[in-house]
C-alpha cells in the first residue's frame, strides 16, 4: 500500500538529511536516462534532487534501479513523469516522490500496467494498473527534516552583498543566523532572521549585509529550531571587487587644478591608502599615502604645483590592492 500524503507546493533541496545532496533538473522533455535531459549533463543518481518543472515531461523508456546504492533520492514533479510499458524505477529506502498541483505521474503507451511502476525501498508505490497519479500528492513517507531548502544565493547589489533563500517546509522552525568568512573556515554571524515556525508553504526570505569585507566572502545560513538543533544550509561566495577601500563618491577640487588641490572620498574601514598619480604615458609623477580612517576623508594633495599642465590618471589603492582611478586635469 502507498502512503499519500500531501506536503504541500514543495520545491525540495534536502540539506543536512542527505549527504552532498544535489539539484538535477530536466531542461528539456527527454528520457530520463539521456544526459541531455538533465542540467547537469547526466541522469539521476543516488543522493540526487531530482527536479522536472512545469511543462517538461520526461520519460521512463527502461528499468532504472538506484536501490544498490542506498543513499535517497528525491524526485519533485511539477510536469509529467511518464513511463513506457514495462517500464520503471526503483528507489532506495528514504526516497521521496513529491507530485506538484498540476504535476502528473502516468503511463504512456498502452499494455498492461502492473509491471510499469514506481517502487521504494521494495514496496510498490505506484503502478500503471493505479491511473493516472495527479499532484498535488506524495509516493514515499515523508522525512521529518527541520527545513528543506529551495534556493540561496547572494550577490553584489551596489556596496552591499544581498543573501536570498527560500525553503518549502519549516518544522519548528525559529530562526537562521547569517554567517559570513573570509576563508570559508572560520565564519562569524552577522545577522538573524526570524523563521516561520511551522509551514508548508514556500517562504522567501532576504539579508542585506551593508558591510562586506573586500575581495572573495563566504556565507552560509544556520537554521535553528525552538530546541536548539542546527541545520547549516550550502555554501555561496561573492567576490566584492571594491575590497577594503569602498568608496562611495570621490571629489577632486577643483578639477582643473592648479597649485592646490583637495580630494574627498569616504572609506568603508580604516587602511593605509595611497594615492599615485600618472601622466598619459604612464609615468608616476606624484606618490603620497597617509591613514585613511572609515567614513569621510578629506586630503590636501602634496606638491600638486610641481606637475606640468596636462591630463593626469589620479588613483586611490587600499592596502589590500583595490582601487579606484579619478581623471585629473593640471591648468
Known amino acids: 500500500m502507498r502512503l499519500r500524503i500531501f506536503i504541500g507546493f514543495l520545491f525540495i533541496l534536502l540539506q543536512g538529511g542527505l549527504a552532498c545532496a544535489v539539484t538535477i533538473t530536466s531542461t528539456v522533455d527527454g528520457d530520463w536516462g ?28 527502461a528499468q532504472e534501479n538506484l536501490v544498490p546504492c542506498g543513499t535517497p533520492v528525491i524526485v519533485y514533479v511539477q510536469g ?5 510499458n514495462g517500464n520503471k524505477i526503483d528507489f532506495p529506502c528514504g526516497s521521496m516522490v513529491y507530485i506538484a498541483a498540476g504535476g502528473v505521474v502516468k ?29 498535488p ?7 521529518n527534516l527541520p527545513v528543506t531548502w529551495l534556493l540561496i544565493q547572494a550577490g553584489m547589489k551596489g556596496k552591499m552583498v544581498e543573501m536570498n533563500w527560500s525553503t518549502g517546509v519549516e518544522i519548528n522552525n525559529n530562526y537562521f543566523d547569517v554567517m559570513r568568512s573570509a576563508d570559508g573556515v572560520t565564519y562569524k554571524a552577522i545577522g538573524r532572521v526570524n523563521g516561520n515556525g511551522n509551514s508548508t508553504n514556500v517562504n522567501y526570505y532576504s539579508f542585506l549585509d551593508t558591510e562586506p569585507e573586500g575581495g572573495i566572502s563566504y556565507y552560509k545560513l544556520v537554521q535553528v529550531d ?8 550550502d555554501i555561496v561566495a561573492v ?14 577640487s577643483p578639477n582643473p587644478v592648479g597649485d592646490n588641490a583637495i580630494v574627498i572620498f569616504n572609506s568603508r574601514q580604516k587602511n593605509l591608502t595611497t594615492i599615485e598619480i600618472k601622466n598619459a604615458t604612464g609615468q608616476l609623477c606624484l606618490v603620497q599615502s597617509f591613514d585613511a580612517e572609515r567614513g569621510v576623508n578629506t586630503l590636501a ?20 590592492g583595490s582601487s579606484r582611478p579619478v581623471g585629473l586635469i593640471k591648468k
Not at 509529467?80 to 513506457?84: D, N, S
Not at 594633495?301 to 589590500?320: F, H, P, R, T
Request: proline share 5%; with cysteine; aromatic share 6%.
Open 34 to 61: 539521456a544526459t541531455g535531459t538533465w542540467s547537469l549533463g547526466r541522469k539521476p543518481t543516488c543522493g540526487d534532487t531530482v527536479v522536472i518543472p512545469p511543462g517538461r515531461i520526461v520519460t521512463v523508456n
Open 226 to 233: 525552538f530546541d536548539g538543533k542546527e541545520n547549516p544550509s
Open 301 to 320: 594633495l602634496d606638491k600638486i604645483n610641481q606637475l606640468a599642465k596636462g591630463v593626469y590618471s589620479m588613483v586611490i589603492k587600499a592596502e589590500n
Open 80 to 84: 509529467t513523469l511518464q513511463f513506457t
Open 107 to 135: 503511463k504512456v503507451t498502452s499494455g498492461g500496467g502492473n509491471s510499469t511502476l514506481i517502487s521504494i525501498c521494495g514496496t510498490v508505490e505506484w503502478n500503471a494498473g493505479d491511473g493516472q497519479l495527479n499532484g
Open 137 to 143: 500528492d506524495t509516493l514515499g513517507n515523508p522525512v
Open 239 to 252: 567576490y566584492n571587487p571594491t575590497g577594503g577601500l569602498e568608496i562611495d563618491e570621490v571629489h577632486l
